[in-house]
């Protein structure tokens, strides 16, 4: 697990000095009051006398301030833990899929390591002689995966059955098509794919359900079938307490 985001230490500071203050001040808002008042100081030099006892209104005004400081330090935590569950999981995807790490790419995964097909569509029929196999393909039924809501130029909820992703210089040479008894996918080059740090995302709308028909590539080997998402919010939440 990655942490992406460089103001986790200022975030964790923040939230430090906000609870220092609101924890007693939601127990009792004199002490703070007391704490307070022994920082301020004559214009001799003089300490103030001990602050007064506060009022009904005013005990209730503090602690609801420090009950909103609370809010707003949960809301940071919280806000961090979803940035880093967006990044870590366009990150964990990218490598289901097979793409190598690149500190290029890494800082900024949701754009640059993992995205929708800009071009590439799997259309079309082979014309080398030989072809080389699809490693892996994910399937889409019902809710899709929430990853794809976070990745550039994602595929829309209705055009997916089934998602394949390959390194971004071999996506224009995807060819699948469907018959009554499997669906085949092929990459329609004599040369391998090299290995690749981005990963585009093809998705291909069956005319029907795919039911029990195989998805297989070169030599009617069954395509392996992978299934990434999202990291948990309570993964990442242990991952940035632990540093991880």
């Known amino acids: 697990m990655r942490n992406y985001w460089a103001l986790l230490p200022a975030i964790a500071i923040c939230v430090g000095l906000i609870l220092l ?19 301020k100081q004559l214009p001799g030099g003089a300490q103030t006398e001990e602050p007064a006892a506060l009022g009904p209104r005013q005990l209730r005004s503090r602690r609801m301030l420090a009950g909103v400081l609370v809010i707003g330090a949960l809301a940071l935590v919280g806000f961090n833990v979803s940035l880093n569950r ?8 990218a490598k289901a899929w097979g793409a190598t790490d690149s500190p290029d790419k890494d800082a900024d995964p949701c754009v640059d390591k993992i995205f929708g097909a800009f071009i590439s569509s799997g259309k079309g029929v082979t014309t080398e002689k030989t072809q080389q196999p699809v490693p892996s393909y994910q399937l889409i039924r019902g809710n899709r995966p929430k990853y794809l809501n976070w990745v550039q130029n ?15 210089n071999c996506t224009i040479d995807l060819k699948v ?40 590539t070169v030599g009617d080997q069954q395509i392996n079938r992978i299934d990434p998402e999202m990291p948990s919010w309570g993964k990442v939440l242990k991952e940035l307490a632990t540093g991880g």
Do not use: M
């Open 86 to 93: 967006e990044a870590n999981g366009c990150y964990l995807a």
């Open 177 to 216: 098509t469907e018959e009554e008894t499997k669906i085949t996918a092929v990459i329609d080059t004599t040369e391998p794919c090299p290995p690749d740090d981005q990963i585009e995302l093809i998705p291909i709308k069956l005319k029907k359900p795919l039911g029990d028909r195989p998805v297989v």
């Open 21 to 39: 203050y609101a924890v007693p001040t939601l127990v009792n808002p004199q002490w703070t009051s007391s704490v307070l008042g022994l920082f």
């Open 154 to 168: 994602p595929p829309k909820h209705d055009e997916a059955n089934l998602l394949f992703g390959l390194g971004f």
